[in-house]
């Protein structure tokens, strides 16, 4: 199935204006912004997101939601790596996984963001007070079993590069909770306006015909120019109600034409700081986790049952995170969870009871699940959506 069809994409045909988010033809998806250099001469900086497997309008609300969740982490994984379950990661980011179907869908996305890179000309470093260019990917999958509605942890190994930047940045300057209320378009202009009203009231002065082609994503026909500003201002509307903008007092307004310099007669855009967004002065920060609602190893041992068929209690995790650490409950959980997966009536006594011995005399992994692991180094292409112009270059290269 070519992904411009896939399902993810029906509702977005519904406007003839935008183009198909997320989908280019050479799956590489550039926008251009423009910038002021610390000599305060203006200049253009492109951004290229390329996706060897392609990418769904909702791959990247996940990773927005992942991103958020490293954040809210009191502290960065110190091996760079995360572990979670499916069930966990739906629930993190409020996604549907109740069905086989829907495991397909979150696995699918995993893979296809697991191949991301990402480039931008003109990325500001704020420790060096500079411009630099950068070229990064965001994670690998480390772990990912060939079932589809497996319990066993996914482990994403993340970049070194992305990771540190996350570390540097203080604090989330967007609201994942409003951004997953808003339209697809709105969810593009969302971030660049929490992008330009983070530390000023107004935004950079943009070419509005450009900004609707390079920053919206509507489609750059000539004879679709009319049509783009209308979109542009029906948008403008709907983000000004939601709190997200308010209208430019320089511009009294929202648009203005230019009436001097190489763009006289063309129309500008500019807007000011809505309510809504986020801004560097208020410096929101998320609550970090301190339940265990939100803690990855817990979730993962609640898939256990013990002797009366009932999972793990919050005590006898806390008693076992104090006795052995979260490092050596991660290494054997994974091995007990493949077990209950693979091998379900293997267990002498019960899951947790399996899972206890393990961590007592630090068993190593048994053979069955070493030659598991290597079966597994890659999800097989047939469950995930790939891109077909790339079915044949991946056959090549990991069958």
Request: charged share 25%.
């Amino acid at each position: 199935m070519q992904l411009q069809n896939h399902p993810e994409f029906i509702h977005l045909k519904k406007d003839k204006a935008l183009s198909e988010l997320e989908v280019g033809h050479n799956l590489n998806y550039p926008r251009q912004f423009p910038y002021t250099d610390v000599h305060g001469n203006r200049k253009n900086g492109t951004q290229i997101i390329t996706a060897p497997f392609g990418l769904a309008p909702k791959d990247f609300d996940m990773f927005l939601g992942l991103y958020t969740f490293l954040k809210k982490q009191p502290e960065l994984p110190a091996d760079g790596q995360t572990h979670m379950t499916v069930d966990f990661l739906a629930r993190q980011l409020q996604l549907p996984a109740t069905c086989q179907k829907d495991y397909l869908r979150i696995r699918s996305r995993l893979f296809r963001f697991s191949y991301v890179k990402y480039t931008n000309t003109a990325l500001w470093n704020p420790k060096e007070k500079s411009y630099d260019i950068v070229n990064f990917g965001f994670f690998n999958l480390a772990a990912l079993s060939r079932f589809t509605q497996s319990r066993r942890p996914v482990t994403l190994q993340w970049d070194p590069t992305f990771l540190k930047m996350i570390g540097n940045s203080a604090f989330l300057s967007f609201d994942f909770e409003l951004y997953r209320t808003l339209s697809p378009v709105l969810r593009r202009f969302y971030l660049i306006a929490n992008r330009d009203g983070w530390n000023q009231l107004n935004s950079s002065v943009y070419l509005a015909d450009a900004f609707a082609i390079h920053q919206i994503g509507y489609q750059d026909a000539p004879s679709l120019g009319k049509l783009r500003l209308q979109k542009l201002r029906k948008m403008f509307a709907e983000a000004e109600e939601l709190g997200l903008i308010r209208p430019s007092t320089s511009f009294n307004g929202y648009f203005q034409k230019a009436t001097s310099g190489p763009h006289t007669g063309e129309l500008l855009l500019r807007w000011s700081r809505g309510p809504a967004l986020r801004t560097k002065q208020s410096k929101e920060t998320l609550t970090l986790v301190t339940n265990l609602d939100s803690d990855t190893l817990y979730a993962q041992c609640q898939e256990l049952s013990d002797e009366d068929k009932h999972p793990m209690n919050a005590l006898t995790f806390r008693r076992l995170v104090s006795e052995y650490g979260r490092n050596k409950m991660q290494k054997h959980i994974a091995i007990i969870l493949a077990q209950k997966e693979h091998r379900p009536k293997s267990f002498s006594k019960s899951e947790v009871a399996a899972y206890v011995n393990r961590l007592q005399n630090d068993h190593p992994a048994p053979d069955w699940y070493v030659e598991l692991q290597k079966e597994e180094r890659l999800a097989g292409l047939e469950k995930v959506e790939a891109n077909p112009s790339t079915k044949e270059l991946y056959g090549k290269l990991f069958r």
